[in-house]
């Protein structure tokens, strides 16, 4: 855990604020409540449970417990509504947004729906929270900005052109926040998250969610299926340093606001390392699994090629240094499923 990651649980704790989760029903939004609720925090919570669910806040109340769930207040509602932004926003010191449509296939099937949510509903956030005089305002942007960009680093200057319309909204995002930051001295603090898992993570969305539906393969005796040859990799990044990504730009410095910055662990794992090393912790959780994956084709708009975050811009400013490698967030998330069984 990084120094500075420390210190502003210690301050949060001290201190308790109020914070706003948008899509607080979702896997990032869920885990990011129950950080904050064991950690003493006041959480207001939206959803409209088109992606996030109801089990999800249940798991989260059950993990906490009842002294600490008695702190969350949860609004059923649509970020796309201004005045339902306006009403939520209300009183809060910190806005974590992560409402989204964020599906690859889904966006390429309804693109104008993609829009209407990241795009119109951001910019609803935006706008209620910078008239409200929020403390800060953070959001979920995403590594499918660097879009057909080829190098295997990405820095956050360098990107190439999207390659689905829910990529294209994630930029329009920053490019909103930017405006916002020059014009407004409103200066939201964009997350370009990197292949996140986790529990409560959906296996749906095979192309994306790989590890989930790995998972439930495995537990069930099933057959993996790997796109391509499985030597395109990912910087796979558990959700805890999502969680801390998310603390430490929230109680950023000025100088360090206003930006965007990546969150990964900084290092790429091919799919068929990832194979491997799934297999060999539920293995030691459970049974062996002896299966070799399929091989099949790439999915639209999928990246066919490898990528790691840099991420040395969020270390210098933000003082993030992921907590979890690879491994023991593989180690984690694992024992999660194996624990709540997967639903199977």
Same mark, same amino acid.
């Given at each position: 855990?990084?120094?500075?990651?420390?210190?502003?649980?210690?301050?949060?704790?001290?201190?308790?604020?109020?914070?706003?989760?948008?899509?607080?029903?979702?896997?990032?939004?869920?885990?990011?409540?129950?950080?904050?609720?064991?950690?003493?925090?006041?959480?207001?919570?939206?959803?409209?449970?088109a992606t996030g669910s109801a089990e999800n806040l249940a798991d989260v109340r059950d993990a906490v417990g009842p002294g600490c769930w008695k702190n969350f207040t949860f609004i059923e509602g649509d970020i796309r509504d201004l005045q339902t932004c306006r009403d939520v926003v209300r009183g809060v010191d910190h806005v974590l947004h992560h409402a989204a449509l964020d599906s690859t296939t889904g966006s390429i099937k309804d693109p104008l729906g993609c829009h209407d949510v990241n795009v119109k509903g951001f910019l609803?956030?935006?706008?209620?929270?910078?008239?409200?005089? !929020?403390?800060?305002?953070?959001?979920?942007?995403?590594?499918?900005?660097?879009?057909?960009?080829?190098?295997?680093?990405?820095?956050?200057?360098?990107?190439?052109?999207?390659?689905?319309?829910?990529?294209?909204?994630?930029?329009?995002?920053?490019?909103?926040?930017?405006?916002?930051?020059?014009?407004?001295?409103?200066?939201?603090?964009?997350?370009?998250?990197?292949? !996140?898992?986790?529990?409560?993570?959906?296996?749906?969305?095979?192309?994306?969610?790989?590890?989930?539906?790995?998972?439930?393969?495995?537990?069930?005796?099933?057959?993996?299926?790997?796109?391509?040859?499985?030597?395109?990799?990912?910087?796979?990044?558990?959700?805890?340093?999502?969680?801390?990504?998310? !603390?430490?730009?929230?109680?950023?410095?000025?100088?360090?606001?206003?930006?965007?910055?990546? !969150?990964?662990?900084?290092?790429?794992?091919?799919?068929?390392?990832?194979?491997?090393?799934?297999?060999?912790?539920?293995?030691?959780?459970?049974?062996?699994?002896?299966?070799?994956?399929?091989?099949?084709?790439?999915?639209?708009?999928?990246?066919?090629?490898?990528?790691?975050?840099?991420?040395?811009?969020?270390?210098?400013?933000?003082?993030?240094?992921?907590?979890?490698?690879?491994?023991?967030?593989?180690?984690?998330?694992?024992?999660?499923?194996?624990?709540?069984?997967?639903?199977?």
């Open positions: 855990m990084s120094g500075r990651f420390t210190e502003c649980q210690r301050e949060l704790r001290a201190s308790p604020k109020v914070w706003l989760i948008t899509g607080v029903a979702g896997f990032i939004g869920s885990n990011l409540l129950e950080w904050l609720l064991d950690n003493r925090q006041v959480v207001i919570g939206i959803d409209n449970y609803n956030m935006m706008l209620a929270s910078r008239d409200e005089g !929020v403390s800060s305002f953070t959001y979920a942007a995403s590594s499918a900005c660097y879009g057909d960009y080829q190098d295997e680093a990405k820095r956050e200057d360098r990107i190439g052109s999207p390659m689905c319309p829910s990529a294209v909204t994630k930029l329009v995002n920053e490019l909103y926040a930017d405006f916002f930051t020059r014009n407004y001295q409103f200066r939201p603090i964009g997350l370009r998250y990197f292949s !996140v898992f986790g529990p409560r993570q959906s296996p749906r969305e095979a192309e994306r969610n790989v590890i989930p539906q790995w998972i439930r393969a495995m537990l069930s005796g099933g057959r993996v299926t790997i796109q391509g040859d499985g030597e395109s990799s990912r910087d796979f990044c558990y959700v805890g340093n999502v969680i801390e990504a998310n !603390v430490l730009a929230a109680l950023a410095s000025e100088r360090a606001k206003g930006s965007v910055y990546n !969150v990964g662990v900084g290092t790429g794992t091919s799919f068929n390392e990832l194979f491997d090393y799934l297999r060999f912790e539920l293995s030691a959780l459970t049974r062996d699994y002896s299966l070799s994956p399929k091989y099949t084709f790439y999915h639209a708009g999928d990246h066919h090629h490898a990528e790691y975050a840099d991420i040395s811009k969020a270390q210098k400013f933000l003082g993030y240094g992921p907590q979890f490698d690879l491994r023991s967030g593989l180690s984690a998330v694992a024992s999660w499923f194996v624990h709540e069984n997967s639903g199977i």
